[in-house]
């Protein structure tokens, strides 16, 4: 039954605006739905931006051959439809254990009757993993006392530990957090492996220990916000996190994963907080006396931070990008049309960034100024020519109008060498966090979030100073009771020690 609507108006230039307006909602509903269905089942890959990251395959990994395997063949052999890359060699830094291979005594005799000797040897390695070792540290604690007075018995000190009473020692603790918030393991998996090792430890004290963990390391955290604030680039970005126990708030409510990144090249920082408002306070309060360039995307949260005297927008291309890769995609198949213009112009621009990525700052900011400034003028010719021919109804007018409203931000990464085109680094810093709450889904209390941005903090800066995580973090925890002034605490930043390697 088709169902009219009531109370049409008589005037026919009336019922004409108001089918072209019904028609314009039809065709935004239609390409909303073209979109979620690309989003749902088509591939997810910006490789146009960055063409060396390939897509993961995400299931069936182990059923998966690229190709047929000959059992017979060497592992090195290179196949003749396909070549193969050479292995790259196990670590140096791993521990070796070496077995000597030697001929039986039966058949160290030549047919000459000489006896065979060792005129060299072929050396190959094969990588051996020892399953998790769980063992107990027993502290004793002599009590000395004198049998001719009656002073007081004196019992030896013991090291401090970082949760005083607390049974577990420095290499639990680096194990549990390496495997919540590097490896993205829930605390009731992690659970259920130590009671396979017979050990029995719940997880609400596992909990406990997290949260311990998280206000133990906060004079850490404190440095490297200072060293982050000297930056002459921050990137920021923030997503959603569930925390089921928030004052005056409902289980549902959406908070915040605030991520902000920079420092040199040489001491990279990468920094998560968490906020129940994704309000423009938050930001001003984290970057608190900043001063320098600034790259967001165009989130209106930012602006705030952005107004203040010596803080510089920078626009995200990658951001501008998606959008119009979005209109391509409702492009009819095997057409052409604007978005192809748009992106075919944007993709000069990153080609300039690939081909002088290894140039120094002067050198990129020439490129920059004798090519990129000219591609721009041509895409913002396009842009100012296209702009009044399209509507915000649909996915190219809003990728054109984004481009426009964003310009100004967007065209100033040319003017130093060291400036980002793109917010990626925030986005690739706030992945692993993504990734994980996949996993573990929402945090129980405030606490418990405010403690996963801690350590995200902690485990992200130092993967992002080349640091083994579980390494790193357990040189931290055994010497973070016995620091007592900044230089201490300095010197366990990730950029400052090299912790041991743990076999």
């Known amino acids: 039954m088709n169902h009219m609507p009531e109370n049409l108006p008589d005037d026919p230039e009336l019922l004409k605006q108001m089918l072209a307006k019904m028609q314009s909602r039809v065709g935004f509903l239609e390409e909303q739905v073209a979109l979620l269905r690309q989003r749902l089942f088509g591939r997810q890959s910006e490789q146009a931006v960055d063409p060396a990251t390939p897509q993961m395959a995400l299931f069936n990994e182990a059923e998966h051959e690229v190709e047929p395997v000959d059992e017979s063949a060497e592992e090195e052999a290179v196949s003749p439809a396909k070549r193969r890359g050479k292995r790259k060699p196990l670590p140096a830094d791993l521990p070796r254990i070496e077995i000597i291979h030697e001929l039986p005594e039966h058949e160290l005799t030549c047919v000459c009757g000489c006896r065979k000797h060792a005129i060299g040897e072929e050396v190959s390695e094969q990588l051996e993993i020892v399953p998790m070792q769980i063992r107990v540290i027993k502290h004793v604690r002599k009590v000395y006392g004198c049998r001719d007075c009656e002073i007081a018995p004196i019992t030896a000190?013991?090291?401090?530990?970082?949760?005083?009473?607390?049974?577990?020692?420095?290499?639990?603790?680096?194990?549990?957090?390496?495997?919540?918030?590097?490896?993205?393991?829930?605390?009731?998996?992690?659970?259920?492996?130590?009671?396979?090792?017979?050990?029995?430890?719940?997880?609400?004290?596992?909990?406990?220990w997290v949260i311990q963990c998280g206000e133990h390391v906060q004079p850490l955290l404190n440095l490297m916000r200072d060293q982050l604030l000297e930056s002459r680039v921050i990137h920021c970005d923030e997503t959603r996190v569930q925390v089921l126990k928030e004052t005056s708030r409902q289980p549902g409510s959406q908070s915040w994963m605030w991520v902000q990144t920079g420092g040199p090249p040489d001491k990279p920082v990468i920094l998560f907080d968490y906020s129940t408002s994704r309000a423009q306070e938050v930001p001003v309060r984290l970057l608190e006396g900043y001063r320098g360039y600034l790259m967001t995307d165009d989130y209106a949260g930012y602006n705030a931070l952005g107004a203040q005297d010596g803080v510089e927008r920078l626009g995200c291309w990658a951001h501008a990008r998606r959008k119009f890769v979005e209109a391509q995609k409702l492009?009819?198949?095997?057409?052409?049309?604007?978005?192809?213009?748009?992106?075919k112009l944007i993709s000069k621009l990153y080609g300039i960034e690939i081909a002088y990525k290894e140039s120094s700052d002067d050198g990129r900011k020439r490129g920059r100024q004798d090519l990129s400034c000219h591609v721009m003028s041509e895409l913002k010719a396009w842009v100012d020519k296209t702009l009044p021919y399209v509507t915000t109804q649909n996915a190219l007018g809003k990728a054109v109008t984004y481009l426009a409203n964003n310009w100004n931000k967007l065209e100033r990464y040319v003017e130093e060498g060291y400036l980002p085109i793109d917010n990626n680094p925030a986005e690739r810093?706030?992945?692993?966090?993504?990734?994980?709450?996949k996993n573990w889904l929402f945090s129980d209390t405030p606490n418990g979030a405010t403690a996963s941005a801690r350590l995200y903090s902690l485990v992200e800066t130092a993967k992002a100073n080349g640091q083994e995580p579980y390494a790193w973090l357990r040189h931290t925890l055994e010497r973070l009771p016995q620091a007592a002034s900044v230089e201490d605490y300095e010197a366990l930043l990730p950029w400052n020690c090299t912790p041991q390697v743990y076999g």
């Open 157 to 208: 000190d013991k090291p401090a530990q970082l949760i005083e009473k607390s049974m577990a020692s420095p290499s639990v603790l680096a194990m549990l957090l390496t495997t919540k918030y590097v490896d993205g393991l829930p605390l009731h998996r992690f659970e259920k492996v130590l009671s396979r090792h017979g050990v029995d430890v719940p997880r609400q004290t596992l909990a406990r």
């Open 331 to 343: 492009q009819p198949k095997g057409r052409t049309g604007r978005a192809d213009i748009a992106l």
């Open 429 to 437: 810093a706030i992945r692993p966090f993504v990734i994980g709450r």
